[in-house]
């Protein structure tokens, strides 16, 4: 009986010695250098997910808010091959919907059986949402069929769609040029490039989240709403927009110039209302980028290109000889066909004597040689002075991505002679951007007062609406002159019954033509042609500026960008729901 | 001898003190197996409430790119050019000048810019959308459970 007891305890000693010893074990790896390192590894890769959220890019809205920049949702395409259950389907399908390669695609989805890949591949992205409902009805149908007798039954099993967002410009080319665009193409590092796109990254991108979200469902941690990038609303009016670009393209096709440019702006806020170039671009498709913007051509010409802009130059010639007192609009000058300044002859646009002219009929005449004389009855301080508060050779800040600027010559730089004081006063010699010239002769519409030129009137950031309001930049002639200015030029587009006068609506304006310069000097035959006016005269409204380069029908700003003018304040006052002076002018009485 | 007749009267029976040890055991493995179902059937409702969240979080961010795809597609259908070609299929034509009649209304000041989103100000804002009771452990809520039983009461915990 002892010795039966004793061989029991002898085992149940033995039980524990190896029970103990498990546990020992147990503890022991547990708590191993190397287990650690294995639990600090699967928790790193399998215990949570680390996830940087990229938010949706910010709108962009006309001033009523139109849509001309969103986003739509669109798919990428992948497979994981060691889920396929029947390849053939797969192949089939993708390559019917997607239009993908058969035989590459069922390489990828037997990737897994015939190499042991297990890596998931995308096939295909940015499918649109149309097809990926043809690829859900596949799956459900496939999921309803019966099961066959011999071989795998039809299954996309393996085949994946993820939604994502691409930027989307619903208008197409509507407003391109002040757009820019993204390039959507690149998940990685798709970027705004040039106009708003380039000039608001970073405010419509937002800021990319990372979070580290645990995989473990009863560790719960909230996925922080990332809010989406700012939104912006421009001063753009999308029906002016339109109405624009569509006179630029059939300016441009019934001239043959090689692009128009038109700009209409709210002179007393400095908001841009149309900004059109041609030619059109559509944003959805910045691919073709090369394709319509050659190598040396510009985005958007109404900022970026620089070009002697010629007889429209004079407005501000003459408001500046007008403010410092060295003329007034009555003053008397005898035009004799030519002046002599620095040494060197000017002549008049027809090599014409005008005779006897008051400063109306110089600005009505466009008479070179009587603008050079006010420039010499000023001097080179008093003209220069005021040329550069009208901020030539300076950026106008324009919040537009690719403004361009060139430097004025001024007395004592190396490139500035005598002569530049009487050619300068005509615009021939300085060079500036449509944007900079409306923005200077806009002074002269608004009592003298320069406002710096926008395109984003407002801003939608963690859901709240900033305006921005419109900034002065500085009075650059005083009221009465700017008045006298603007009565001047109303005057002289009647007097000569000019083809930019709009039935109901007195307006001011200039004509402009400019020889290009080219290697051997200034070519005759092919031209710049302008067009700068405003109105009503009695309360501007607005300012329009047209520029056709190089027209072939006819190289007179008088003969071709006047008409334009005409239509465009015509199309203006009816959109901008403008009554003509005698109706507002009855509405005003009490 | 008397002493052991006393001791042997009064002492439980064997099976009596067996069956007390059982019960003993029976009453802890009891509890222990009703700890357990509580803390089972808690631990498999947060489960399945984290795995909903996680559904809904997905469901939130499936919407938001849908919404941004429906303004998106409903823009291309009020585009400009759209619109245009709509109005001309049903007949309209742009106005002119001559088409328009003005009429004064007093106190209209004219089309005001829109208004997308509401002016900057104080106002208050969720921080979390989870309520922290889907956060809490069992310790925690019934820590917090306690105090606020001897909150209410006006006792000092």
Redesign the interface.
Known sequence: MNSTNSRLRFVGVIFIIIGLAIIFQIVRVQNSPQAKEMISFLEKNYNQEIRVIKP?RG?I?D?????LA????VYEVGIAPPQVINSDTIAQDLSSILGLDFTQIKKIARSYVEEGNQQYMVVADFVS?DKVHLLENKLAEYEKAAKPKKGAAPSLNGVHWV???RR?Y???A?AANILGFYNFYDRVDGRGILGLEEQYNNLLAGTATRVVLPM?????Q??PSVPPGS?L?LTID??I??AVERIAQKAQEDNGAESVTILVMDPETGEMLAMATTPAFNPNEYQKYGEVFPQGSHYNRAISQLYEPGSVFKVLTMAAALDSGAVTPETTFVDTGAIEVGGLWIYNWDRGAWGPQDMTGCMQHSLNVCLAWTATEMGPTTFYTYIQNFGLGKYTGIDLAGEQVYPLSLPGDQNWYPINLGTNAFGQGVAATPVQMITAIAAVANDGRMMAPHIV??Y?QD?????ISPRLIRQVIKPETARAMTEMLANSLENEASVALV??YRVSGKTGTAEIPGPRGYESSVTNASFVGWGPSDDPKFIVYIWLEKPTSSPWGSVVAAPVFSEVV?EL??LM?L??DS?RQQ?AQP | MLDQRIIQAYKQAPWRVQLQWIGALLLVLVVGMLISGVYLYL?AE??????H??EL?LERE?L???I??L??????L????FM?GRAETLGYK????RD?V?I?VPGYT??Q?????????NDPRDA???KPS??ESLWEWLYQGTFDLIESRGLKP
């Not at chain 2, 742009?94 to 000048?97: E, F, G, K, L, R």
């Open positions: 949706e709108n809205y001033r009523w808010g139109n849509l969103g986003n739509t949702e949402a939604a994502h967002l989307s619903p208008e197409n509507l473990n469902p009863t560790a719960i909230e996925i939104s609303i999308r029906g927009q339109a009137k407002a939608i859901g709240h609406q900033y305006d039935e109901g015509s006052t009816v729901k009554p003509p109706i509405m | 631990s947060a489960t399945a409430a984290g795995t969240i996680r979080e499936d938001q790119i849908r941004a795809d303004s998106t597609q409903l823009a291309f009020r585009s400009a050019a245009q742009n106005a002119s000048q328009i003005y004064p004219g089309r810019v829109v208004f997308l989103a509401p002016p900057p100000g979390s959308i989870i889907y956060k």
